[in-house]
């Protein structure tokens, strides 16, 4: 290879690197900046198909990629926050939103590149004060990136058009339309990024052939690379679902016969599409023009299949679920259900997963309060059994979940505030495991109770179940003020909490009552006394993730004002 032919290639690749490295950075930087945004459109997914498909175009014109939000869609079906079928309305709507790249590069704004890496630099490194200010001088400073390493391999394929192999080549390609869909599918799977795929594709085009004023493939042979762009971006689900789920997998197949179905569809019309495509793009020289045709050809072809495709969502769901059957897996019975490690490049959607399984954790321990309950009240030892075996669960997921928030530090685009988030999490995942550990504790003296033969008054029985009952609308409040980030029911078991406390004291001086007028035996007192203890140490648990409620919103409201 001579000197001259290595300087291209190391240009036309260091380019793609630098675009490549932009592009992830520039998603970096997006997310964190919109990480409220995120929310509101995580908040639509679970919607019917047509609010899918615009949350999955939202979604992705926010992430900046197709593969991420795939990805994403994947780790909620898994976890069955989401259906098959809304699944698949929001993978369409991913593919119209990875059109948002292609348009951009189409409008030149890489002429401009050297002003987006200087003023994203000034705000990224010395604005950094204000983290929404760094957090967009990071998207800036990277779109900059991203167009400075496009530019680079536009300068290399001018001479590369040169050559009389490569222009053989490319006429092949433009003469062959599979093996157009061929090299299309195979470079964004190498690359992992249709963007960057179809990125090298205008500027390819847009480069002149050996007769200097001809593309170098012209948008017929263009179309077919296109094609193939939108079927090599399915591996990146494809690799997401291998050791999921069924469902997981379904979704990712069901992604990948969308795109080879509407490749094979179109393909047979592509001078029909360059005929609409030339129509409704500037007209002009096809040097200038055929950039901004690509675009809205790749823009025209998403739109279309899922036009062609939303009314029959229902028909790609039962196909899929018929060629990957249900297969039954063993399941770790005490395992966590909603927690996904595939989705941790993703916070937001991380923290929903976890936020999940955490009110999971804390209704299994409202289900031993009520079997405690059952055990003291009641005698109930089967009930006592129930509540150990529950405890051992709570503790399992205790661990699984403080680990997944754990490595949810690892992810390079957790923001300030996520941080917060998912520290004030761990915190309550403590609290609810207290509440479980309360529990227990309740049924060890439940079946000390029986053991022993103690019995206690009407009234005592009474004040204990008072408190029970009082304690359990704490923690279902507390469980619907943590999974709906409630603030009003937070505020609502801080009054239940000073109503606890009153309580406690209140009982504490009738029983002393009773045993001076001998209704009360002083042998009962120490466990009496105990019960009504850790049922009030339930409580503070309770105030305290309804404080870790409260102290996100206040946090919230803080970074709004900046």
Not at 181 to 209: H, W, Y
Not at 239 to 258: Q, V
Not at 502 to 507: A, D, Q, S, Y
């Amino acid at each position: 290879m001579s000197a001259e032919w290595l300087k291209i290639v190391l240009q036309l690749f260091g380019g793609l690197c630098l675009f490549i490295y932009g592009m992830n950075f520039m998603s970096d930087g997006l997310q964190k900046a919109a990480g409220e945004k995120m929310k509101s459109i995580l908040a639509m997914l679970t919607r019917n198909v047509f609010i899918g498909v615009l949350a999955g175009a939202a979604a992705t014109a926010v992430l900046q990629s197709s593969g991420a939000v795939t990805v994403m869609v994947i780790g909620f079906v898994s976890a069955k926050l989401m259906t098959l079928r809304q699944a698949i309305s929001i993978i369409m709507g991913a593919n119209i939103g990875t059109c948002v790249t292609a348009q951009l590069v189409a409008f030149k704004i890489g002429d401009y590149a050297w002003i987006f890496v200087i003023v994203g630099f000034i705000m990224y490194f010395f604005l950094s004060k204000k983290e929404k200010v760094m957090e967009f001088g990071q998207a800036i400073f990277a779109f900059g990136i991203l167009f400075t390493g496009l530019n680079l391999m536009s300068d290399a394929m001018e001479p590369l058009a040169q050559s009389p192999v490569f222009s053989e080549l490319m006429l092949k390609v433009a003469d062959i339309p599979v093996l157009g869909v061929v090299v299309g599918a195979v470079m964004t799977t190498v690359v992992q990024s249709s963007s960057a795929s179809i990125a090298v594709l205008q500027n390819l085009a847009a480069t002149a052939g050996p007769d200097g004023v001809s593309s170098l493939i012209g948008l017929v042979g263009a179309i077919p690379i296109l094609f193939g762009t939108n079927i090599g971006s399915t591996t990146t689900a494809l690799l997401a679902s291998i050791g999921g789920t069924t469902s997981a997998k379904r979704t990712a197949f069901s992604h990948t016969i969308f795109n080879i179905v509407g490749t094979l569809i179109f393909i047979w019309f592509t001078p029909l599409i360059a005929d609409f495509v030339m129509m409704i793009s500037p007209s002009g020289d096809e040097l200038d023009v055929i950039s901004r045709q690509i675009a809205n050809a790749h823009l025209s072809f998403n739109v279309a299949t899922t036009l062609l495709f939303l009314p029959f969502i229902g028909v790609l769901e039962k196909v899929v679920t018929k060629l990957i059957p249900e297969k039954v897996q063993e399941e770790d019975p005490m395992g966590a259900v909603y927690l996904d490690y595939k989705v941790l490049e993703q916070p937001f959607a991380a923290i929903h997963l976890a936020t999940k399984e955490l009110s999971r954790m804390a209704e299994i321990t409202n289900e031993m309060l009520v079997e405690s309950k059952k055990a003291f009240l009641g005698s109930d030892m089967e009930a006592y059994k129930t509540v150990k075996e529950k405890e051992d669960h709570v503790n399992h997921l205790r661990d699984q979940i403080i680990k997944y928030l754990t490595s949810m530090f690892s992810a390079e685009t957790v923001t300030e505030k996520q941080a917060l988030a998912i520290s004030g999490m761990m915190h309550v995942v403590q609290d609810v495991e207290h509440i479980g550990d309360n529990c227990e504790n309740i049924a060890d003296f439940a079946k000390e109770k029986a053991e022993v033969g103690y019995e206690f008054s009407d009234t005592a029985y009474a004040e204990i179940y008072q408190c029970f009952d009082h304690i359990g609308k704490m923690l279902n409040n507390s469980i619907a003020a943590l999974s709906e980030d409630d603030a009003d029911l937070a505020r609502l078991v801080k009054t239940q909490e000073d109503e606890m406390d009153t309580l406690e004291g209140e009982l504490r001086i009738r029983h002393m009552k009773r045993l001076d007028s001998g209704e009360c035996s002083p042998e009962n007192t120490v466990l009496y006394m105990d019960v009504i203890h850790n049922l009030e140490r339930m409580g503070d648990n309770c105030e305290n993730i309804a404080h870790a409620v409260l102290d996100g919103h206040r946090l919230k409201t803080l970074l709004e004002e900046e």
